[in-house]
Structures are given as C-alpha cells and as structure tokens.
C-alpha cells in the first residue's frame, strides 16, 4: 500500500524554466511534508518542508504547495538549473509529538529531474 | 546541516554470512535513528526505528531477527543482516534525529550498497 505516490518517473526542463514535481498521499493522519533532492549512492538530502496549516512555504528557487483537500503537494523550482538534476523524493510524516510516529517519514517512489542547459 | 557517516560504503558477501553496517552521527547526539532500504527505482522504506538504550521498533514485515539494529550510544546504531541471501541485496541508508526529533532535522547517511552472491 503505497500511501505517498510520485506518479511521475521523469521530468525533463530546460534551464530557467520552472520545474514542478507532484507528490499525493492518501494517509489523513499525515501532517508534515518533505521535499528531498538525492544523488546516485548517496542519502537524500533535505530541501524543504511545509505543515498541514500552511499551503504554501517558499525557500529560495523552491516553494512547496500543499492542497490537504486533494491531498496533493507539489515542489516548485524557479528558475531550473542544471545543478538542479538529481531525483526529488516527497515524503510525510505523523508529526504529532510524544507519539510513535513521530519523526518516521513515508517516501514516495521518486522522480527523476533533468535539467537540460 | 548535520553530517552521518555510514561504514561500509559497499560490501559484498557470499550467501550465508552476515553483515554489519555501522550508522553514525558526527556532531550531534542521537537519541533516535532510522533504518532505510531502497531498491533500484523504488523508494526509500523504512525498515526500524531505532533508539538508544531500547529495542528496536521494526516495521511491519520486516524480520527481527535477520536485520538486528543495536544502538548503543548517542553516535553510534549498527544494522546488522544476518545469513544474508541475494534477496538482501540493497541500499540500505540510515538517518538521525536531532534531539527535537524533528522531521525536518533528520539527517541521512550516505547509504551501504550490499552485494549478496
């Protein structure tokens, strides 16, 4: 039961342009959301985040919107650079505190960005 | 951000013996650590939480007692695969929480390729 799904494999952008990575989730109970970039061998690392009272945080070239009626979010990065190219994981967490989810992140699947120069 | 180490980087062995994969945090302590495998194309999926002083917690489905998690310090969990088989072939990365248990201060390793033959 894949509770975060990244539907899309691939994404192919050409530098400057925005690139836009969807995540959706079917899990009600999760309340945080990350977005991370990772590299072949690698551990991912972690671009940003965005809580479940907020539907939109900005950092930088990214901006994560989150839609908890559609239960979908999204990662936007403007302007796209080559350095950009790396696979996007989204993950969600339970982030109630004390409880025993707390900090267990679910992954989706991934998707591959390239950034065409 | 914070910086894990995982040792070995890759390690190949027959069918049959065991392996141990050692997760460390390098300036910060600890309480809490995940254990992660990944298969090629797949996402990231959390195996067990570990936490210092205590048992393991371990996902559902994920044997015990062929993925043994000690973490005996604040800086320091080892996975170990016991009678590995080739259908143990995999990623495998750690992460560590910040002491806030945070999402967003859960720091990966830079994962263990191992080869079973």
């Known amino acids: 039961d894949q509770q975060v799904k990244q539907n899309s494999p691939s994404l192919s952008v050409q530098e400057g342009r925005i690139s836009i990575l969807n995540c959706d989730y079917t899990n009600s109970m999760f309340d945080y959301f990350l977005w991370y970039k990772k590299y072949p061998a690698e551990g991912p690392t972690f671009l940003i985040s965005i809580s479940s009272i907020k539907d939109k945080n900005e950092d930088g070239r990214f901006t994560v919107f989150l839609n908890k009626s559609a239960k979908h979010l999204s990662l936007h990065i403007v302007p796209s650079q080559p350095g950009d190219s790396a696979v996007y994981f989204c993950a969600a967490s339970a982030n109630r505190a004390g409880g025993t989810s707390y900090g267990k992140l679910t992954f989706g699947q991934g998707t591959i960005l390239t950034v065409h120069p | 951000g914070a910086v894990v180490s995982q040792h070995p980087s890759w390690v190949i062995c027959k069918s049959g013996t065991s392996v141990k994969i050692e997760c460390r945090s390098l300036d910060f302590q600890a309480t809490t650590m995940f254990w992660y495998r990944q298969f090629p194309k797949q996402s990231l999926m959390l195996m067990a939480t570990s936490n210092e002083g205590s048992k393991a917690t371990y996902e559902q489905g994920v044997e015990k007692d062929k993925f043994l998690i000690n973490h005996a310090s604040l800086t320091l969990s080892t996975l170990t695969v016991t009678s590995a088989h080739p259908e143990d072939s995999s990623f495998y990365i750690c992460?560590?929480?910040?002491?806030?248990?945070?999402?967003?201060?859960?720091?990966f390793g830079p994962g263990t390729r191992l080869t079973v033959t």
């Open positions: 992460s560590a929480a910040s002491p806030s248990g945070s999402p967003d201060e859960q720091y």
